[in-house]
């Protein structure tokens, strides 16, 4: 196992592929951190002029100890693990492309072991691209937000934690479905659609008539994962916040009906299961040439 571990690495790093996609992994991510980060600070620094502060305290509010910079945070790293995503996508629909599977399945003892040496190697990459996306997230919120707005240590940890997490959870999500796909034009395409618009107009009518369905759905549900974090940090911090604000701040970190963190992961898990399972029996049922 060993040595398929090894070989399985060396795979990635010979090609250009996985620098190619950490390039804008970092960008997007310290993008959407500087400008969600300014507007979580603009937000809570409008709040805080005379006509606003007069309704915060009409509504029982008080928006001064708010870090909605975890929503920052959240949103930042949600957007940014779609690059694992499709970096674990490719890891078995492009040797199918290239052919090189052949190699793969006739050089170890039997196609589980192979798969099994895939699924360790990208457990790492994601971690990898994970600690990236943290880093270029928090470098971002360093930029935008005020300090009296920053995270506490114990809330950078825990985003870190849950960041790192999300990134892995994609990585294997892509593996399993490249694996069930195995095109790399459609697997990367159906991917992105999914992620990007299918789900979210899905989580458009379902906000609407049944918000609790969305926390079970597989981007709910890894959104979930950060987004809950952040809320229950955000909340931890802050005195006073009604339900109807906390709504609106999860829906701020694209965590709508989410449950929480831990749950989140464990229902990503579930779906990541199915579509690896599928991908696996699919494998190993298919000739090679």
């Given at each position: 196992?060993?040595?398929?571990?090894?070989?399985?690495?060396?795979?990635?790093?010979?090609?250009?592929?996985?620098?190619?996609?950490?390039?804008?992994?970092?960008?997007?991510?310290?993008?959407?951190?500087?400008?969600?980060?300014?507007?979580?600070?603009?937000?809570?620094?409008?709040l805080q002029d005379d006509a606003p502060r007069d309704l915060e305290i009409a509504l029982g509010i008080d928006s001064r100890d708010?870090?909605?910079?975890?929503?920052?945070?959240?949103?930042?790293?949600?957007?940014?693990?779609?690059?694992?995503?499709?970096?674990?996508?490719?890891?078995?629909?492009?040797?199918?492309?290239?052919?090189?599977?052949?190699?793969?399945?006739?050089?170890?003892?039997?196609?589980?072991?192979?798969?099994?040496?895939k699924l360790l190697v990208y457990i790492g990459w994601g971690a990898f691209y994970g600690l990236a996306i943290v880093a270029a997230v928090a470098i971002?919120?360093?930029?935008?937000?005020?300090?009296?707005?920053?995270?506490?240590?114990?809330?950078?940890?825990?985003?870190?934690?849950?960041?790192?997490?999300?990134?892995?959870?994609?990585?294997?999500?892509?593996?399993?479905?490249?694996?069930?796909?195995?095109?790399?034009?459609?697997?990367v395409t159906l991917l992105i659609l999914y992620f990007l618009a299918i789900e979210n107009g899905a989580h458009f009518i379902l906000t609407i008539h049944a918000p609790e369905v969305i926390g079970f759905l597989p981007n709910g549900s890894i959104n979930g994962v950060t987004g809950s974090m952040a809320a229950e940090l955000?909340?931890?911090?802050?005195?006073?916040?009604?339900?109807?604000?906390?709504?609106?701040?999860?829906?701020?970190?694209?965590?709508?009906?989410a449950h929480a963190w831990w749950l989140s992961g464990l229902i990503f898990v579930g779906w990541s299961a199915i579509v690896f399972g599928g991908g696996w029996m699919a494998t190993q049922r298919r000739d090679i040439t």
């Open positions: 196992m060993s040595r398929l571990v090894k070989s399985e690495f060396r795979k990635i790093t010979t090609t250009h592929l996985w620098w190619a996609l950490l390039i804008p992994t970092v960008l997007v991510a310290f993008g959407w951190a500087v400008g969600t980060g300014f507007l979580g600070t603009a937000f809570v620094d409008t708010w870090i909605v910079s975890y929503f920052a945070i959240a949103r930042s790293i949600n957007l940014a693990t779609l690059f694992p995503l499709v970096f674990g996508a490719l890891a078995i629909s492009s040797e199918f492309s290239s052919k090189t599977i052949t190699t793969t399945f006739l050089t170890a003892p039997n196609r589980v072991s192979a798969l099994t040496a971002g919120i360093l930029v935008s937000t005020d300090p009296d707005r920053m995270p506490t240590a114990g809330g950078w940890i825990s985003m870190a934690m849950v960041g790192v997490l999300a990134s892995i959870l994609m990585t294997l999500f892509g593996v399993g479905a490249g694996a069930l796909i195995r095109n790399v034009p459609a697997v955000f909340l931890g911090a802050a005195d006073t916040v009604p339900d109807w604000v906390d709504t609106a701040m999860r829906a701020a970190a694209g965590a709508t009906g």
